[in-house]
């Protein structure tokens, strides 16, 4: 069992930064390709990036492109969301969630959230003046 919780989430102003951390346990991430996704209120969750189990691949949303990282260091089973020149269009719940994908042969996909088997609670983004 996989058990994914994801910290860093707050408030911020438009043209801020904020980090996101998904720390793992039970499982070493080695296998999975992990992805974040967000769910504003009243819509659907979204996928924001992913990146594949051994970090070779990445894929972002258009909307974030440019201006997110996602990155991962499975030594420490955690993986990353630096998101900068944030907008208020970025407020949201931000979900963690691990997809067994193992080697970045396999990359990873944004759009298909059933793929993602693991998923943490959410930390909620919110990007206001």
């Known amino acids: 069992q996989l058990l994914l919780v994801e910290s860093g989430g707050g408030l911020v102003q438009p043209g801020g930064s904020l980090s996101l951390s998904c720390a793992a346990s039970g499982a070493t991430l080695d296998y999975f390709a992990m992805g974040w996704f967000r769910q504003a209120p009243g819509k659907e969750r979204e996928g924001v990036s992913c990146?594949?189990?051994?970090?070779?691949?990445?894929n972002f949303a258009d909307s974030v492109r440019g201006r997110f990282t996602i990155s991962r260091d499975n030594a420490k089973n955690t993986v990353y969301l630096q998101m900068n020149n944030l907008k208020p269009e970025d407020t949201a719940i931000y979900y963690c969630a691990a997809d067994l994908r193992p080697g970045d042969g396999l990359g990873c996909t944004v759009e298909l959230e059933g793929s993602y088997s693991y998923w943490g609670q959410g930390s909620q983004v919110t990007v206001s003046s």
């Open positions: 990146i594949s189990s051994s970090g070779g691949r990445t």
